[in-house]
C-alpha cells in the first residue's frame, strides 16, 4: 500500500486522503487586510447529528464594507450582530454577508454569528477505490464519530483571508475533540467534556474531529505530543508517541525548532490520512497498519515545516509535497542503507516512465495537487528528485543548512520555488537559480545512453571509450559512470553540455561492465528496456483492453472487476476472448480475467518460476490450488515493445473479492500471489537489458 505520498491543498479545496496522506496546511495573513480572529463556541450532538454554535469574528475594516461569510447551506442562522447591534437574519441559507459602516478610526469590526447546523455525510463502510479517498465526505456527526473539515463550511469563514481562532467544545461526558492549535483546557464535569484550542499563527481554515477516545500525552522538551486513538486501538499509544518523540528529535536536528505548540496523532471512525496544522487524522485501519509507524508518520511530521509551517506560494507551483517526500519517505530509505536508498529513486524513475506518458507531462512549477498517479509522480517524484540532485551538487551541509534557512525566514509565510532556490544557493555560496529554473520550469526529463563503447589494452591495463548521448532537448549535466571490474570499481564524472559526451576511462583490470549513473542520482527518463511490467503498467495504462478468458467462471469473472473499480476504471468494458483474436490486442495493453487459452495473448515463455495452468498457479516454488489462492502477474507484451499484458487469476469470487481491492496499492511489482486476501508473494521481474548498461564480451564469468 502506497500510504507515504502526501498531498497539499489550499483553504477550501475539495480534500483527498488515503492511500496518501492529505495535508491541510497553515496559513497567514492574506492581503493587506490582516488576520480574522475567531472566537467560536460549538456544541455538539452526536445522536442528533447537530452542532449548535456562535462565532464572534474580529476582522480588519479594510475596504470591504460587505464581507461575506461561507456557510454550508445545512446550517441556520439564529442571530447576527455587528459590533453589538443585532442584524435581520438571511432569508436562505449558505454564504452570509454582512453589512457594516465601517469605522473612523480604523478599528475592526465585531460580528456575531449564532447558528445551528446538521452534517450527516455518510462514511464509506468499505471502500475500494482510493484514488479520491474523501468518497465525498466533508463534515459528518454521528454517534460513531465526528469530523467537520474545512470544506464542510462548518463555521463562518471568510474566503482568501488566514485567521487565528480560539476554540470551545462540549460534548456528551467522554466525547474528546481535537483540533489545530495549542490544547488550554480539557475537562468533564456535569456529564459534559470540554476542550478550548487556541492557535497562535494565522491558519487557512480550521477541522475538528471528535470521538470516545482515550487521549494520552507527553511532553517532549516544549511540545505536547498526544494520541487520541479508541479503546481498541489504545494499546498502540505508547509506540505512536515514542515515534513521533523520535521523529521530532530528528527534525530538529535537520531543519531546526519544531513550529507548534503540540503534535497529535488522531483516530478517526472512517479509512482517512489526513494531515493538518499540529495533527494527524488517521482512519482506525490505517493506525494499525505496522508500516505507518515508519513511513507515513514521519511524513506528515516533516509536513509540519514544509506545508504547515512554511507555506506554499500558490502562484509559483506547490513544492511541498515534493521536498517533505525526499525529507522523509526518502530519508528513511535511506539511513536504512544506500541500496533502499537507490531502490527508492528507481522506483521514481520507473513511476514517472509508466504514469507519465510524455503527451501528459507538465513543468513541476505548475503542480497544485495530486489528481492522478501523473501528477503524483511529477510532483511528488520528480521534485523530490530534484530536490535530491541539488543535494548532491552542494553537499550535505549547504543543504540542510539552506533548508533550515528556509524554515527560519519563511515561517508561516508563503515561499516560492524562487525562495527555495536562494536560500540552498546562498548557503552554498552560488547561484542555484538556473539549475532550479531547468528543472522545474520544463515538462520532460533527460534521455541518456551509451554509445560506441570499446575496450582495448593499455599497457598492463586496459582503456574503455565511447559516447554518453543525451536526445533533445539537452539538459547540463554531470553523469557519472562507473567501469565494473574483478577489482575495485572506477568511477568518472563526466560534464556534459550537449547531445553527447566523449569519455575515455583506464582500469588496472579487465572490464566486465559499465554502467551510467550506477547509484539513480539522475531524474532521467527510463528506455521502456529498462523497465519492469508492473502493477503501475496497467494503473497508468491510457488504452488497456479487459479479456475474460475462455472458460473462466462467469461468477469469477464479474468478482474480478472489483479490481477495476479499486483502479478508478470501473466503467472500462470487457471483452470475451473467443471474440477477441490477438492480433486485435495488438498495440494495446491488456488484462486478462483468467488464464487466456490460444496462443499469442500473452509471452511465449514465461518468466522464471511462473507457471499457470486452469485452477492453479506456481509462483517462486509453492504451488497455490486452494479456492482462496489469486495471482496477479503483469507480463511483456508479446507483440507490442512497451505494453503489458497482464493475468488475473483468482481460483474463486472470493478470492477475486479479497485480492482485487489490494492489487492497486503494491504499484511497483510485477506479480502477486494472495491466499484469503492476505499477500503471500510479491515481486519484481528483473531487467537485464539496458541502453545506460554495456556488458564487455568475456567480462563476466
Request: aromatic share 10%; with cysteine.
Amino acid at each position: 500500500m502506497n500510504a507515504s505520498i502526501c498531498h497539499f491543498l489550499l483553504r477550501r479545496s475539495v480534500p483527498l486522503a488515503f492511500a496518501l496522506l492529505v495535508v491541510f496546511p497553515a496559513g497567514s495573513a492574506s492581503g493587506p487586510d490582516g488576520p480574522v480572529r475567531h472566537d467560536l463556541s460549538v456544541v455538539l450532538y452526536p445522536e442528533e447529528g447537530l452542532l449548535r454554535a456562535v462565532d464572534t469574528i474580529t476582522m480588519p475594516v479594510g475596504n470591504d464594507s460587505r464581507p461575506t461569510f461561507s456557510l454550508s447551506g445545512n446550517a441556520r442562522v439564529t442571530s447576527v450582530s455587528v459590533d453589538g447591534k443585532e442584524r435581520s437574519l438571511p432569508s436562505g441559507r449558505g454564504p452570509l454577508t454582512v453589512a457594516h459602516d465601517g469605522k473612523p478610526d480604523g478599528k475592526p469590526i465585531v460580528v456575531r454569528i449564532a447558528y445551528e447546523g446538521t452534517f450527516r455525510d455518510q462514511p464509506p463502510e468499505d471502500p475500494v477505490n482510493t484514488e479520491d479517498p474523501t468518497f465525498g465526505v466533508a463534515g459528518t456527526i454521528s454517534p460513531g464519530g465526528i469530523f467537520l473539515s474545512d470544506g464542510a463550511d462548518w463555521y463562518p469563514g471568510v474566503r482568501g483571508r488566514g485567521a487565528t481562532f480560539r476554540v470551545r467544545v462540549e460534548g456528551p461526558a467522554g466525547l474528546e475533540a481535537v483540533t489545530a492549535g495549542k490544547r488550554i483546557r480539557r475537562e468533564t464535569s456535569g456529564g459534559r467534556t470540554f476542550s478550548e484550542w487556541d492557535t497562535s499563527h494565522p491558519i487557512r481554515g480550521l477541522t475538528l474531529s471528535a470521538g470516545r477516545y482515550v487521549v494520552r500525552d507527553r511532553a517532549v522538551d516544549n511540545v505536547t505530543v498526544s494520541t487520541y486513538f479508541f479503546p481498541g486501538n489504545d494499546p498502540l499509544s505508547g509506540k505512536y508517541l515514542d515515534a513521533v518523540e523520535r521523529y521530532l528529535r530528528l527534525y530538529e536536528t535537520l531543519l531546526g525548532p519544531y513550529p507548534f505548540e503540540k503534535f497529535a496523532v488522531v483516530e478517526n471512525f472512517f479509512p482517512t490520512g489526513y494531515g493538518f496544522p499540529s495533527w494527524t487524522l488517521l482512519g482506525s485501519t490505517v493506525v494499525s497498519l505496522p508500516f505507518i509507524l515508519d513511513t507515513s508518520l514521519g511524513h506528515e511530521i516533516a509536513h509540519s515545516w514544509w506545508g504547515n509551517g512554511v507555506l506554499v506560494d500558490p502562484g509559483g507551483g506547490n513544492w511541498s509535497e515534493g521536498l517533505t517526500t525526499y525529507v522523509a519517505d526518502h530519508l528513511y530509505k535511506e539511513r536504512a542503507s544506500p541500496a533502499e536508498g537507490r531502490e527508492y529513486r528507481l522506483k521514481i524513475l520507473r513511476d514517472y516512465a509508466t504514469l507519465v506518458p510524455p503527451g501528459s507531462d507538465f513543468p513541476v512549477d505548475r503542480f497544485a495537487g495530486r489528481t492522478n498517479p501523473a501528477t503524483q509522480a511529477v510532483g511528488y517524484g520528480k521534485a523530490a528528485m530534484i530536490f535530491h540532485m541539488a543535494r548532491r551538487e552542494i553537499g550535505d551541509e549547504a543543504f540542510w543548512a539552506g533548508l533550515r534557512s528556509v524554515a527560519r525566514d519563511r515561517l508561516f509565510r508563503p515561499a516560492s520555488w524562487d525562495d527555495l532556490s536562494e536560500s540552498i544557493g546562498s548557503a552554498a555560496k552560488r547561484d542555484m537559480g538556473p539549475f532550479f529554473r531547468r528543472w522545474i520550469g520544463s515538462a520532460g526529463a533527460p534521455f541518456l545512453s551509451l554509445s560506441d563503447v570499446r575496450m582495448e589494452r593499455d599497457g598492463d591495463g586496459w582503456k574503455v571509450t565511447g559516447r554518453v548521448r543525451q536526445e533533445k532537448p539537452v539538459y547540463d549535466l554531470k553523469v557519472l559512470l562507473r567501469l565494473e571490474s574483478a577489482g575495485a570499481p572506477v568511477d568518472i564524472l563526466l560534464p556534459m553540455k550537449g547531445e553527447e559526451g566523449r569519455f575515455a576511462i583506464a582500469s588496472a583490470d579487465r572490464p566486465k561492465s559499465l554502467v551510467l549513473d550506477p547509484d539513480v542520482d539522475l531524474f532521467r527518463r527510463l528506455h521502456p528496456s529498462e523497465i519492469p511490467p508492473t502493477v503501475n503498467g496497467i494503473r497508468g495504462s491510457g488504452d488497456l483492453a479487459v479479456v475474460v478468458a475462455k472458460g473462466f467462471p462467469r461468477e469469477t469473472a464479474e468478482a474480478a472487476r472489483i479490481l477495476l473499480a479499486a483502479m478508478g476504471r470501473e466503467g472500462l468494458p470487457s471483452v470475451r476472448e473467443e471474440d477477441t483474436p490477438p492480433e486485435n490486442l495488438a498495440d494495446r495493453d491488456a488484462l486478462y480475467f483468467g488464464l487466456p487459452s490460444g496462443r499469442g495473448y500473452l509471452p511465449a515463455a514465461l518468466p522464471p518460476g511462473l507457471s499457470l495452468a486452469a485452477g492453479k498457479f506456481t509462483l517462486n516454488g509453492p504451488e497455490f490450488a486452494a479456492p482462496g489462492d489469486a495471482l496477479f502477474a503483469v507480463l511483456p507484451h508479446p507483440s507490442a515493445a512497451g505494453r503489458v499484458a497482464a493475468v488475473f487469476l483468482p481460483l474463486s469470487p472470493e478470492a477475486a473479492n479479497a485480492a482485487g481491492r489490494k492489487i492497486p496499492h503494491y504499484g511497483k511489482y510485477s506479480y502477486l500471489a494472495f491466499s484469503a486476501g492476505n499477500n503471500r508473494d510479491k515481486g519484481t521481474w528483473v531487467v537485464t537489458d539496458s541502453p545506460a548498461v554495456h556488458r564487455f564480451a568475456g567480462g563476466n564469468p
